[in-house]
């Protein structure tokens, strides 16, 4: 079955901590991406990349890192630099074609990732 | 800068009612506009997309409508039934360059049996 898979699902970081979250696309995807989710907020977009070794920083890139080595992956690293890390995170993955047609394609998103602090 | 935003925050509806959701977005000149479904605790479904050369797009008891030049879309859910209590969010993209998107804070729809 095609998808998006992220893991884990639950994710505890201690203070000084670097963790990282995984996100697997199996849909041939070109574009992904990286949202954080608060509660009572909307979805505000960390980092995404178009291509392979190719990222961009979203509107709040401060504190993450990624990578895009292959086409299939783009895991988000979230460092002891990010203050606040507590929330919910989802990966996404759209891309441009259907067959012949050139025209967007609805994003897909994994179940998401939830990171607390202990 | 682009602003997405949802109202109302939150709404209650008997089963079986027709409704209107909207978004409401600050710069007309977007490439083309999503509305998701989220249920608790998972990510998002992609229900519509509508492109900016579009009017409208109906998936079965959804339709989605987009008015650029005043900024807005709806989604209209008909015959509302307690499976469709959800979070729905719409998302635009702002132009054909970047695969960026920008999201609305959401409406949470319960309907209620």
């Known amino acids: 079955d095609g998808g998006i898979t992220q893991s884990p699902k639950y994710l505890f970081r201690k203070e000084g901590q670097n963790v990282t979250l995984s996100c697997e696309q199996n849909l041939n995807h070109d574009a992904m991406y990286w949202y954080r989710q608060d509660p009572g907020q909307g979805l505000r977009l960390i980092y995404y990349s178009q291509i392979v070794n190719d990222f961009q920083k979203g509107d709040i890139a401060e504190g993450y890192s990624v990578s895009r080595e292959k086409k299939e992956s783009f895991p988000l690293t979230v460092t002891s630099a990010q203050k606040n890390p507590t929330a919910f995170y989802l990966c996404?993955?759209?891309?441009?074609?259907?067959?012949?047609?050139?025209?967007?394609?609805?994003?897909?998103f994994g179940d998401g990732t939830r990171l607390s602090i202990l | 800068k682009q602003e997405v935003t949802q109202i109302p925050a939150a709404l209650s509806v008997p089963e079986g009612e027709n409704l209107v959701l909207n978004c409401s977005f600050t710069?007309?000149?977007?490439?083309?506009l999503q509305w998701f479904r989220q249920d608790p605790g998972k990510g998002l479904t992609s229900l519509l997309l509508i492109q900016s050369s579009q009017r409208e797009q109906t998936s079965g008891r959804l339709n989605a409508s987009l008015d650029k030049s005043s900024g807005r879309s709806t989604l209209y859910i008909a015959a509302s039934q307690p499976g469709d209590s959800a979070t729905y969010l719409c998302?635009?993209?702002?132009?054909?360059?970047?695969?960026?998107?920008?999201f609305g804070t959401g409406t949470r729809l319960k309907v209620l049996a």
């Open positions: 998302a635009v993209r702002q132009d054909s360059g970047t695969y960026k998107y920008i």
């Open positions: 996404a993955s759209s891309t441009l074609r259907a067959g012949t047609v050139i025209a967007d394609q609805p994003q897909h």
């Open positions: 710069d007309s000149a977007i490439y083309n």
